[in-house]
């Protein structure tokens, strides 16, 4: 931000101020950044719903245009309308790794009925996981080991992580279409 431009910050009211710190720390981080992170930037002591209005607010002043403030589960951050991709894409035209239907299967498995074993995936699927599905999974921040079962050989617990959510734009696990809805997308993209 220039000199001027925090001049003309810190001139402006305590809340168009704070909206302005709001928006440059979103838009300069690669990450969401949780709520409390953001109330450190304030001033003065914020309660989480006035952040979370102030928010709101910011939000609304990003409406119409290519980019907007979402909320997911790691916190907030800007990122581009879906309308606005093809037009990105030209910029980096690297294609978005693909994934083979075991590993997405397995991502729904572990998604819908977490957690789950090894054991559990392969009873549902039908066939074996390999390591290699999972190794994919965790290397790319989508699940995670959250324990063990308490039965003999004491296999892994996975869960989904707070990654996956970011990377789908979603707050909770809920906002999945539900499983009807998913077995209907599996089977059209197969």
């Given at each position: 931000m220039s000199e001027a431009a925090v001049r003309n910050a810190s001139a402006?009211?305590?809340?168009?101020?704070?909206?302005?710190?709001?928006?440059?720390?979103?838009?300069?981080?690669?990450?969401?950044?949780?709520?409390?992170?953001?109330?450190?930037?304030?001033?003065?002591?914020?309660?989480?719903?006035?952040?979370?209005?102030?928010?709101?607010?910011?939000?609304?002043?990003?409406?119409?245009?290519?980019?907007?403030?979402?909320?997911?589960?790691?916190?907030?951050?800007?990122?581009?309308?879906?309308?606005?991709?093809?037009?990105?894409?030209?910029?980096?035209?690297?294609?978005?790794?693909?994934?083979?239907?075991?590993?997405?299967?397995?991502?729904?498995?572990?998604?819908?009925?977490?957690?789950?074993?090894?054991?559990?995936i392969e009873e549902i699927r039908g066939v074996a996981v390999s390591s290699h599905i999972l190794k994919t999974l965790e290397t790319r921040g989508w699940i995670d080991v959250a324990g063990f079962r308490d039965t003999p050989g004491r296999p892994e617990l996975f869960v989904t992580t707070t990654q996956l959510l970011d990377d789908l734009n979603l707050r909770t696990l809920q906002e999945l279409p539900s499983l009807k809805e998913m077995g209907a997308l599996i089977e059209q993209k197969g």
């Open positions: 402006l009211s305590g809340k168009a101020s704070l909206k302005i710190i709001l928006e440059t720390a979103l838009l300069t981080c690669a990450e969401p950044l949780p709520l409390s992170e953001l109330k450190k930037l304030s001033d003065i002591a914020m309660s989480s719903h006035q952040m979370e209005s102030l928010l709101g607010e910011l939000a609304q002043d990003w409406q119409g245009r290519g980019v907007e403030l979402i909320q997911v589960a790691g916190g907030w951050r800007f990122c581009a309308m879906a309308q606005m991709q093809p037009y990105l894409d030209r910029l980096n035209p690297q294609k978005p790794p693909r994934y083979s239907r075991a590993v997405l299967e397995t991502l729904a498995i572990i998604a819908y009925h977490q957690p789950v074993t090894r054991g559990d």
